[in-house]
């Protein structure tokens, strides 16, 4: 089969290799798309933390948005898995552990993660073998475009959850990208008053196109009360900030991860009784999501902006857009194209 391999930082090609087979507790997916990540980018640069603590290393197989459709089954694995539309869990725990045991297989000290670490291949690429128990099925009000939204909509709706807001409550999202966008419109979807701050104009525009209450750039930002504020972006000063503009007694709520060190002062944190929550993956957000996408309570569409096929993935990765792509921030990957 072809898949979509990164040899070194900058470096890849479009290989011809062998199928995967579903080992004992797998199964085998046809995958019908995938979404290009802000992580597979920095694998792609090299600057991925994981390629210099051990977790990963080169060549990759990246891809771990995805949705497709079940087409063999390993030993024990119940037969009706075939042909169904599938997506799956990210993170896959070692099963045994604490952890795992009481549900958390996303905090697994020796979980793998597809497409990211442990060596575990990636959905860019025709076929993808993953475990069973990772499986969540998409019910046809979920399509394929949909489906491969199910992964960053479960971490949004996870940082939204934790944002623990009531109807009314004034919610601030910092960065117009996937998640922060997710993360407006499931806190939107809750009856939330929502508010975004980016920086460039086209980012800026597009999110206005989503009927948000306020989008904004830090300089004019308005001096409102804010309940909560989720940082979903990669910048290292806006931890600070999203503490700084929480009200006392409320909740920030981090889910963007900077490429250096990040700091805030616990002081402020302490005198302003704040609540701070850090979130790691989707796991236990994909079931909800995918209720939420089927209910038509929250949209994905809008936020795809173009599909392409694998042998423009690399260029994806570079930083290319269509010239025919939408103003939405994802780019999706249909590897059968």
């Known amino acids: ?28 997916v046809d995958v019908a798309r995938v979404g290009v990540c802000g992580t597979d980018v920095e694998f792609f640069t090299g600057e991925m933390a994981y390629l210099h603590d051990g977790h990963a290393a080169y060549p990759m197989r990246l891809g771990h948005e995805w949705c497709g459709v079940v087409v063999a089954t390993g030993a024990g694995v119940d037969q009706s898995w075939i042909g169904r539309r599938v997506i799956g869990d990210t993170m896959l725990g070692c099963g045994e552990c604490e952890r795992c045991r009481s549900g958390r297989q996303h905090l697994c000290e020796r979980r793998t993660e597809v497409g990211i670490s442990g060596g575990r291949a990636g959905a860019l ?75 460039d104009e086209p980012s800026l525009s597009f999110a206005r196109s989503l009927g948000l209450d306020g989008v904004w750039t830090v300089s004019d930002l308005p001096g409102l ?7 979903a972006t990669n910048a290292p000063a806006l931890p600070a900030l999203a503490l700084e503009l929480v009200e006392p007694g409320k909740r920030v709520v981090y889910i963007g991860l900077a490429g250096t060190p990040s700091t805030i002062d616990t002081r402020t944190l302490a005198l302003k009784d704040v609540t701070a929550v850090g979130i790691l993956s989707a796991s236990p957000g994909l079931a909800a999501a995918i209720d939420a996408y089927a209910s038509g309570a929250v949209d994905p569409h809008p936020l795809v902006a173009a ?28 590897p059968r194209s």
Do not use: C, Y
């Not at 073998?129 to 971490?155: K, T, Y």
């Not at 009360?225 to 940082?231: H, R, Y």
């Not at 690399?314 to 025919?324: A, K, Q």
């Open 125 to 199: 690429a025709e076929q993808l073998a993953v475990p069973a128990s990772s499986l969540r099925g998409l019910p046809d009000a979920v399509d394929d475009l949909a489906g491969a939204m199910v992964e960053p909509g479960g971490n949004a709706l996870r940082a939204v959850w934790a944002a623990d807001l009531h109807p009314h409550d004034r919610v601030l999202v910092l960065g117009p990208g996937t998640i922060g966008l997710l993360a407006a419109r499931f806190a939107h979807a809750a009856g939330a008053e929502v508010h975004v701050v980016g920086k």
């Open 225 to 231: 009360a804010f309940d909560a504020v989720i940082d």
């Open 1 to 28: 089969m072809k898949a979509f391999v990164v040899t070194a930082p900058g470096e890849f090609s479009l290989q011809e290799v062998e199928d995967p087979a579903a080992k004992s507790g797998e199964v085998v």
């Open 307 to 334: 599909t392409v096929g694998l042998e423009r993935v690399g260029d994806v990765l570079g930083g290319w857009r269509p010239g025919d792509a939408g103003a939405g921030p994802k780019i999706h990957v249909d």
